[in-house]
């Protein structure tokens, strides 16, 4: 199964609304979770099973869609969320694959 | 509170073998499956390999299967990762997960870089 991501890059305003959507080649029912990665450190759990919240994760990220097509959205970014973000299927495996990252940078 | 620590990087040549480690604290290791993940500079994540809590059960990436091992054991709280005829395009930082039920990885450790070069 391969997952892409859009945008690759995307340049934000703190406050704005930002979607990153992931599309897998194939269905892979809600299978799918969200990372947020940050410079020079580990990938940090964000989204699992398309739309559930890790805890302690903030409100402001909500996930949605099962099949194919998959959003995260940020609902108000925030200076802590500039980051690069991976989406990760868990469906059919091995492998357990990674998108390609979408990077959130400043405007 | 859950810990992972890698260790074992370091500078290998093209060829040879190396042996990372994962020490696991703050939870009970063996209930849980654990993944390799690795990152070559610059780039994106690449899942490596995953063993199952009991260990009955390892997955490997295309890239990696029959070159590199997963073991654990339960008794040091430790993952491993064995890794033989390295490339250099092995070359990354090779990160240990603890899984969330459902495989997603819910913890991870700080990585541990592994540059192959000659």
């Known amino acids: 199964i391969q997952l892409t991501q859009s945008p690759s890059s995307l340049s934000a305003s703190v406050g704005d609304r930002v979607t990153i959507t992931c599309r897998a080649s194939q269905g892979i029912s809600s299978d799918l979770a969200w990372y947020q990665q940050k410079p020079g450190k580990a990938p940090k759990l964000l989204i699992y099973a398309a739309s559930t919240l890790q805890s302690g994760v903030p409100s402001r990220f909500s996930g949605s869609g099962s099949g194919t097509d998959f959003t995260l959205t940020i609902s108000s970014l925030q200076p802590e969320d500039f980051a690069t973000y991976y989406c990760?299927?868990?469906?059919?495996?091995?492998?357990?694959?990674f998108g390609p990252g979408t990077k959130v940078d400043i405007k | 509170q859950v810990q992972l620590v890698e260790s074992g990087g370091g500078v290998v040549q093209p060829g040879r073998s190396l042996r990372l480690s994962c020490a696991a604290s703050?939870?009970?290791?063996?209930?849980?499956?654990m993944h390799w993940v690795r990152q070559a500079p610059g780039k994106g994540l690449e899942w490596v390999a995953l063993i199952s809590y009991d260990g009955s059960v390892t997955y490997y990436a295309d890239s990696v299967k029959g070159r590199f091992t997963v073991s654990r054991d339960d008794s040091q709280n430790t993952l491993y990762l064995q890794m033989n005829g390295l490339r250099p395009e092995d070359t990354a930082v090779y990160f240990c997960?603890?899984?969330?039920?459902?495989?997603?990885?819910?913890?991870w450790g700080q990585g541990t870089l592994v540059t192959v070069s000659s």
């Open positions: 997960a603890k899984e969330r039920r459902g495989f997603y990885g819910e913890h």
């Open positions: 990760q299927q868990l469906n059919s495996y091995p492998p357990f694959t």
């Open positions: 703050g939870f009970t290791f063996s209930n849980y499956a």
